[in-house]
């Protein structure tokens, strides 16, 4: 039977070298939604996302994209599959213009794909054309998120994983963030984000993972996690 989900994640265990951070973690992503993880510094929300993408070691469980188990696949092929990790953290190549840039994004395409592509996220956010020869690093900060997030939706990811998008911006930089996360979903990908903006994720979200100490211990529809005292005094602020 085909599986509705695009992304399933059993039983997962993921770590460090000798040491797993996250235990039997399990949840499934469905296709073309929007997934925020929340929880306290430490939890294993990074440790999550860069686990899904390869990056860190997997001790044991099991990630399937499109019911294809990903055991054994490095980021690269990873990305080859179908799946784009944006890290914490902005601006590779401060340096470069926002062109060169998009041409190092590229660098996983074969080379006759390359423009297309280019002409693809710049089409979908216009500010990098209109800037495409100014230096990345003198992009204000929501703007170098953008070109991140560009960079790594060249490789048509059907699954984009962000970490802390909003991390560093501005409070008026906020709604630009999550509008184009929308932006996105609304081109068909699939997005999973780590976020400290517990709120405006949550006003964009399908679904809400809240991880603590290296485990899942809530999932559900942002109204029903928002609704939960524990959520509300820890993450909400009520
Ligand atoms: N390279 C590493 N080697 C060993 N342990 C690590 C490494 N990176 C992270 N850890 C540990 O893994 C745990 C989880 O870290 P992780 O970065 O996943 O948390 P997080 O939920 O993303 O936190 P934050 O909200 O601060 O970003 C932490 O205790 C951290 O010290
Ligand atoms: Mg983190």
């Known amino acids: ?137 003198n992009l204000s900060g929501g703007e170098q998120q953008i070109l991140e997030t560009a960079m790594v939706l060249e490789a048509e990811p059907k699954l984009l994983l962000l970490d802390e998008p909003s991390l560093g911006l501005s409070p008026l930089m906020l709604g630009e963030v999550f509008a184009t996360i929308r932006t996105m979903r609304d081109a068909g990908v699939t997005v999973m984000m780590v976020e400290q903006n517990v709120r405006g994720a949550m006003a964009v979200s399908d679904t809400v993972i809240v991880m603590e100490l290296g485990t899942k211990t809530l999932e559900g529809p942002p109204a029903e996690i928002g609704n939960d005292p524990r959520i509300k005094a820890a993450y909400l602020g009520a």
């Open 1 to 137: 039977m085909a599986d509705a989900a695009l992304l399933r994640v059993d039983g997962l265990s993921a770590g460090y070298a000798e040491t797993p951070i996250i235990v039997d973690v399990s949840f499934g992503l469905a296709r073309g939604s929007i997934t925020t993880v929340i929880g306290g510094n430490g939890a294993g929300k990074s440790t999550l996302l860069r686990a899904i993408y390869g990056l860190n070691r997997q001790f044991g469980g099991d990630i399937r994209l499109d019911g294809r188990s990903l055991r054994g696949h490095d980021p690269a092929m990873r990305l080859a599959a179908g799946i784009g990790l944006v890290p914490q953290g902005r601006c590779n190549f401060p340096r470069l213009s926002v062109r060169e840039n998009l041409e190092l994004g590229a660098h996983s395409l074969p080379l006759r794909r390359v423009p297309a592509a280019i002409d693809r996220v710049v089409a979908l956010f216009p500010m990098l054309g209109r800037k495409s020869r100014t230096m990345a690093g």
